[in-house]
C-alpha cells in the first residue's frame, strides 16, 4: 500500500478505503485547501472592493466581478454574452475547434520529426539548423504572411497556432530521446535488437516523459498564439469576442472572454496530462510509490 | 609490463564449454578533443569456458572500457579480443558487433523502466524473433518464478526494490543463453545486507547454468566470495597487476566469509589493491565515463 | 607509456592545428550549412516558379524570393526609421522584462520559502495564468492612460507568470541537504536565503528569464500590431511589418520578421551570456 511516513495514523484509517477517497480525507485533513479559498477570497475581494465599492480612479473602468458573474450567469444578458446565449458557445466552439486541429496536426508532424532527430544523427544534422533559424521568429510576425498565403479566416489562424505549437513538440520531442540513458540503448543493442526494436522499444517509450511535457506546452503556445491570430484577423472565437467587445467600448464581455480562455486553457492542458499520465502508467505508478 | 595470463582450469564441475574470453594485448586510446588518454594499456587475459572472473581495480581504471569493447560498445586502439577462438574485434575491426551471446549487466541496472518485469525478460528472444510472443512471455514468467519473482512479474522496475530490479536483470540476460555475461559492478549502490542476498541468488544462478562471467566491483571481498579467479588491475592505464586463484570448492555459502581461507585470499589481494587505489586517488582524475 | 596528460603534451600550435583539422572533419557543421543552402535555393526557385514557368506554386509562390528579400534589407538598413524601430521594440522588452524580473524574481523566492504566502497566493496565480497575455490586450488599453504604458503592462504580465513558475520550481527543488548542511554549520535564516535558496535558483531564474524573454518579444509584437500600428505613431518592430503589410511590400514583411528573429536571438544570447558569467560553476562541462 502507499503508505509512506508522514500521517501513520492517518494512513491506516484510510488503508481500507478507495484511493480517491483516501485523497480526499487527506485533503480535508489539510490546512491547505482552507487558505488556498482565503486567497480566492482576498483576490476577488479586493477586484470586488477597487472596482465596485470604492471606485479607485481607473478601475472604475473595470467591471468588478459581481457584474461580470451576473452578466455571464443572466439568461438575459444586457450586453449580449452569457452562457444562456448561443453565441457564447459558438465562440468557445470556434476557438476550440482550431485549437483541435492546430494542436492535432502540430502533435502528427512535430512528434514523429522530434522521434527522427533524436534517433538519427545525420537527419538532425539536416534538419535542425533550419528549425533553429526559423525559431526566434516569433508567431506573431508571421501573421501578415499567413494571411497572404493562406485565403480566408480559418486557414491562416490554425496555420499560426500550428507553427507555435510545432517548435514546441518537435524540440521537447527531441529532447526526450536525448534524455533517454544511454545504457537503455546498449541494453537493447546486447540483447539482439535491430535498429527498428530500438526506435520503437526505447526510442518511443523513453522520450514519453518529455514529449508529454511538450505537448502540455505546446497546448498552451497554441492558445496564445491563437488568441493573437483571432484579434488581429478572425471573424468567430474567444479572441475575437474580446477584442470586438474592446471595439464597442464594453467591457463585460471581454472580461467574460478572458476568464473562458483562462478555463478553457487550462482544461485542455489538464486533457493532455490525463492522457500522458494514461500512457505512462510505468511512470505514474513509479511515482505514486515515491508518494509525489 | 605484459602479462599474460594462464588458463585457469576451472573448478567447477561439468563446466559448460562455451564462452571462452581470450583478451589479447588490448590498448585503448580515448581521443577527446586531440587529447589522448590512455585507458588500456597492452592488456591481456583469458577466460575460461564457464570461469566466473571477477576484475578488480580502482574507480575509473579502465575496467569499463575493457567490458565495453568485449560488448561491442566501444572500439580498440590495437590488439585481438576472442570469443570461443572467433574474432570478435581486432586490427581490421576495431568495434565488435553487439549480440546476444554477450550480455551485459549495467552498473546502474537498465530494465526498461516503460516494461514489466515479465516484458523486459521476454525482450531479448522475442526481437530476435527465437520465440513466439506467447511462448517468450511464458518462459519470462517460468524463469522469473524460478528466482522467486513470480508475484512481482508485472510490476514495472520503478515499484519493485533495486535489489529485485536487479535479479530480473540478470534474468533477462540468461533467458538469452548468453556465452558469457558481462557485469559491470551491478552491486554497487547497494547495502551489504542486500549485497550478500544478491551473492548467494547470483551463485544459485551460476551453480545451475555454469555461465561464464566477466564481473567487474571493487568490492575485494565480493569478489573473492563469487569468483574462481579476480583479476587485479592498475590504475589508469589498466593493465593486469596480480592475479589470485580463488581455489574454494562451490558451492559457497556466507560461512566461508568468515573461514581463514577467505581471509588469506583477501590479504593476499588487499596489498595490490590498496596500492593501486593509492595510486589512482593521487592522480585524482576524473573517472571516465 | 604514450600517455598526454591534458595540457602538457599538446602545444598551441598543434592544439589549432587540430581544431582546423576538426572542423574539416565535422560533418556536423557541413550538413547544417549544405541543408540551408538547399533551403534557400529551392525558396527561391519556388518563388520565382511563376515568372519562369507561368505556373505558381502554392503557398511559396507567395513568398518573395530571398534574393529580393536582401535587395530589400540592402534597401532599408542605411534608413533612419528602420533602426529606430529596432530601438523602440528593445525600449519596450526591456521595460516589461526588467519589470517582470524586478517583481517576478522576488514574489518567486516569496512563495518558495513561505508556506503561507504559497498557500494564499499560488491559487489566484494560477488562476490567471491560463489566460493569454494577448487577452489582456483590450483591457490593459482601457486601463491604462497611455498606450505605452499598456504595452508595457501586457509584456510584463507575459513573462511574469513564466518566471515566477521557474523561480518557484527551482527554488523548491533545492537539494534538502544543503539547507541542512548550512544549518548545522550555525547559519540564519538570512544567510540561508541569500548563500544558499538564491544561488541554487539561478539556474532555474535564468531558464525562465530566456524563456520569458521569448515571450516577451512575442507579446512585444503582437500590442504593437494591434494598438500600435493603429493611429497614435508607436513605431517598432511590429509596426514595420504591419506597415509592411498595409503597403503591400512582401519583402519588407520578411525583412521585419527576420529583424526580429535576430532581435530575439540577441537578447537570448545576451541572457545565456549573463547566465555563464553568474554561474561559474555551471561551466565545468
Known amino acids: 500500500m502507499l503508505n509512506n511516513g508522514q500521517g501513520a495514523s492517518l494512513g491506516v484509517r484510510a488503508g481500507r478505503m478507495p484511493m480517491f477517497m483516501a485523497r480526499i480525507y487527506r485533503r480535508l485533513s489539510a490546512t491547505g485547501p482552507y487558505f488556498t479559498l482565503l486567497g480566492l477570497v482576498l483576490w476577488v475581494g479586493t477586484w470586488w472592493l477597487l472596482c465596485e465599492v470604492f471606485s479607485v480612479p481607473r478601475f472604475e473602468k473595470m467591471p468588478g466581478p459581481v457584474v461580470v458573474l451576473s452578466e455571464l450567469f443572466s439568461p438575459q444578458p444586457f450586453l449580449g454574452v452569457s452562457v444562456f446565449t448561443e453565441e457564447y458557445y459558438a465562440h468557445m466552439w470556434a476557438s476550440c475547434r482550431r485549437i483541435f486541429f492546430a494542436f492535432c496536426i502540430a502533435t502528427g508532424v512535430g512528434v514523429p520529426l522530434g522521434l527522427f532527430m533524436g534517433w538519427s544523427r545525420k537527419f538532425r544534422d539536416y534538419t535542425f539548423p533550419i528549425l533553429e533559424i526559423l525559431r526566434p521568429i516569433p508567431i506573431l510576425a508571421w501573421v501578415p504572411l499567413a494571411i497572404l498565403m493562406f485565403k480566408g479566416f480559418e486557414s491562416p489562424v490554425i496555420f499560426l497556432a500550428t507553427l507555435a505549437s510545432l517548435y514546441v513538440s518537435t524540440l521537447n520531442t527531441l529532447l526526450g530521446v536525448d534524455s533517454i540513458d544511454e545504457s537503455y540503448f546498449r541494453a537493447a543493442g546486447c540483447l539482439g535488437s535491430k535498429p527498428h526494436h530500438i526506435f520503437w522499444h526505447v526510442v518511443v517509450p523513453g522520450a514519453l516523459p518529455f514529449m508529454f511535457t511538450g505537448l502540455q506546452i505546446s497546448i498552451g503556445v497554441a492558445w496564445f498564439s491563437l488568441v493573437a491570430a483571432e484579434m488581429v484577423s478572425g471573424d468567430w472565437g474567444l479572441g475575437y469576442l474580446i477584442v470586438d467587445a474592446y471595439m464597442n467600448n464594453v467591457t463585460v464581455p471581454m472580461v467574460i472572454g478572458m476568464i473562458t480562455l483562462g478555463f478553457v486553457g487550462w482544461f485542455t492542458s489538464v486533457l493532455v496530462r490525463i492522457v500522458g499520465d494514461r500512457m505512462m502508467q510505468w511512470r505514474t505508478r513509479a511515482l505514486a510509490m515515491e508518494n509525489r | 609490463m605484459a602479462a599474460s595470463v594462464a588458463v585457469n582450469q576451472s573448478t567447477a564441475p561439468g563446466a559448460a564449454a562455451k564462452g571462452a574470453v581470450s583478451i589479447r594485448n588490448v590498448t585503448k586510446v580515448y581521443d577527446p578533443e586531440g587529447v589522448n588518454v590512455m585507458a588500456v594499456d597492452d592488456c591481456s587475459m583469458e577466460i575460461a569456458a564457464g570461469e566466473v572472473c571477477m576484475v578488480v581495480g580502482p574507480s575509473g581504471c579502465g575496467k569499463t572500457t575493457l567490458l565495453n569493447a568485449i560488448a561491442g560498445f566501444h572500439s580498440i586502439t590495437a590488439g585481438e579480443i576472442h570469443l570461443d577462438g572467433e574474432l570478435l574485434c581486432g586490427p581490421d575491426k576495431p568495434l565488435a558487433e553487439q549480440?546476444?551471446?554477450?550480455?551485459?549487466?549495467?552498473?546502474n541496472g537498465a530494465l526498461f523502466p516503460w516494461k514489466t518485469l515479465r516484458d523486459n525478460v521476454a525482450y531479448g528472444p522475442?526481437?530476435?524473433?527465437?520465440?513466439?510472443?506467447?511462448?517468450?512471455?511464458?518462459?519470462?514468467?517460468?524463469?522469473?518464478?524460478?528466482?522467486?519473482?513470480?508475484?512481482?512479474?508485472?510490476?514495472?522496475?520503478?515499484?519493485?526494490?533495486?535489489?529485485?530490479?536487479?535479479?530480473?536483470?540478470i534474468v533477462r540476460a540468461l533467458i538469452n543463453d548468453p556465452k558469457v555475461l558481462l557485469l559491470d559492478e551491478p552491486y554497487r549502490a547497494m547495502d551489504e545486507l542486500t549485497k550478500s542476498i544478491m551473492h548467494e541468488a547470483l551463485l544459485e544462478m551460476y551453480d545451475r547454468t555454469r555461465v561464464t562471467m566477466f564481473f567487474i566491483t571493487h568490492d575485494l571481498e565480493e569478489a573473492i566470495f563469487l569468483g574462481d579467479r579476480v583479476v587485479v588491475m592498475t590504475t589508469?592505464?589498466?593493465?593486469?597487476?596480480?592475479?589470485?586463484?580463488?581455489?574454494i570448492p562451490r558451492p559457497r555459502d556466507y560461512h566461508l566469509l568468515s573461514s581463514e581461507a577467505f581471509r588469506l585470499l583477501v590479504e593476499e589481494a588487499s596489498e595490490a589493491v590498496h596500492e593501486e587505489a593509492l595510486k589512482a586517488f593521487t592522480a585524482g582524475e576524473r573517472e571516465l565515463a | 607509456m604514450a600517455v598526454a596528460a591534458s595540457g602538457t603534451g599538446a602545444s598551441g600550435g598543434g592544439l589549432r592545428r587540430l581544431r582546423w583539422s576538426a572542423l574539416k572533419r565535422n560533418a556536423k557543421l557541413w550538413r547544417g550549412a549544405a541543408a540551408i543552402a538547399l533551403t534557400l535555393v529551392l525558396w527561391e526557385c519556388g518563388?520565382?516558379?511563376?515568372?519562369?514557368?507561368?505556373?505558381?506554386?502554392?503557398?511559396?509562390?507567395?513568398?518573395?524570393?530571398?534574393?529580393?528579400?536582401?535587395?530589400?534589407?540592402?534597401?532599408?538598413?542605411?534608413?533612419?526609421?528602420y533602426w529606430e524601430s529596432w530601438y523602440l521594440s528593445f525600449k519596450r522588452v526591456l521595460a516589461g522584462f526588467l519589470s517582470a524580473m524586478v517583481v517576478g524574481i522576488p514574489f518567486g523566492l516569496l512563495l518558495a520559502v513561505s508556506r503561507y504566502?504559497?498557500?494564499?497566493?499560488?491559487?489566484?496565480?494560477?488562476?490567471?495564468?491560463?489566460?493569454?497575455?494577448?487577452?489582456?490586450?483590450?483591457?490593459?488599453?482601457?486601463?491604462?492612460?497611455?498606450?505605452?504604458?499598456?504595452?508595457?503592462?501586457?509584456?510584463?504580465?507575459?513573462?511574469?507568470?513564466?518566471?515566477?513558475?521557474?523561480?518557484?520550481?527551482?527554488?523548491?527543488?533545492?537539494?534538502?541537504?544543503?539547507?541542512?548542511?548550512?544549518?548545522?554549520?550555525?547559519?540564519?535564516?538570512?544567510?540561508?536565503?541569500?548563500?544558499?535558496?538564491?544561488?541554487?535558483s539561478l539556474p532555474s531564474i535564468f531558464t525562465g528569464a530566456a524563456v520569458g524573454m521569448g515571450i516577451t518579444w512575442e507579446v512585444v509584437l503582437a500590442a504593437e500590431m494591434i494598438s500600435g500600428g493603429g493611429t497614435q505613431g508607436g513605431g517598432g518592430l511590429g509596426f514595420f511589418i504591419w506597415n509592411s503589410y498595409m503597403g503591400g511590400s512582401l519583402e519588407q514583411i520578411v525583412v521585419g520578421m527576420f529583424s526580429i528573429g535576430i532581435a530575439g536571438y540577441l537578447s537570448s544570447s545576451a541572457i545565456r551570456y549573463l547566465g555563464d558569467r553568474c554561474m561559474p560553476w555551471r561551466r565545468l562541462f
Not at chain 2, 551471446?101 to 552498473?107: A, G
Not at chain 3, 530571398?66 to 532599408?76: I, Y
Not at chain 3, 490593459?140 to 513573462?159: C, D, H, R
Request: hydrophobic content about 50%.
Open chain 2, 236 to 247: 589508469r592505464p589498466c593493465r593486469t597487476k596480480k592475479i589470485v586463484d580463488v581455489n
Open chain 2, 126 to 169: 522475442l526481437v530476435r524473433g527465437q520465440l513466439s510472443k506467447r511462448d517468450a512471455l511464458d518462459k519470462a514468467a517460468q524463469m522469473l518464478a524460478d528466482v522467486g519473482l513470480a508475484e512481482f512479474a508485472e510490476k514495472y522496475p520503478g515499484e519493485v526494490s533495486s535489489g529485485m530490479a536487479r535479479r530480473a536483470e
Open chain 3, 117 to 200: 504566502c504559497r498557500e494564499i497566493f499560488f491559487p489566484p496565480f494560477e488562476v490567471l495564468r491560463p489566460i493569454p497575455p494577448l487577452a489582456w490586450v483590450p483591457a490593459s488599453l482601457i486601463f491604462w492612460p497611455t498606450n505605452e504604458l499598456s504595452i508595457a503592462f501586457v509584456t510584463f504580465l507575459g513573462a511574469f507568470f513564466t518566471i515566477v513558475i521557474n523561480v518557484l520550481g527551482g527554488a523548491r527543488s533545492i537539494d534538502i541537504r544543503l539547507l541542512r548542511a548550512a544549518q548545522s554549520m550555525g547559519a540564519t535564516k538570512w544567510d540561508m536565503f541569500w548563500r544558499i535558496v538564491l544561488p541554487a
Open chain 3, 47 to 81: 518563388s520565382r516558379a511563376s515568372q519562369q514557368l507561368g505556373m505558381q506554386l502554392p503557398f511559396i509562390g507567395l513568398i518573395p524570393p530571398p534574393t529580393a528579400v536582401l535587395a530589400a534589407w540592402a534597401e532599408v538598413i542605411p534608413q533612419f526609421g
Open chain 2, 99 to 107: 549480440g546476444a551471446d554477450r550480455v551485459v549487466v549495467f552498473q
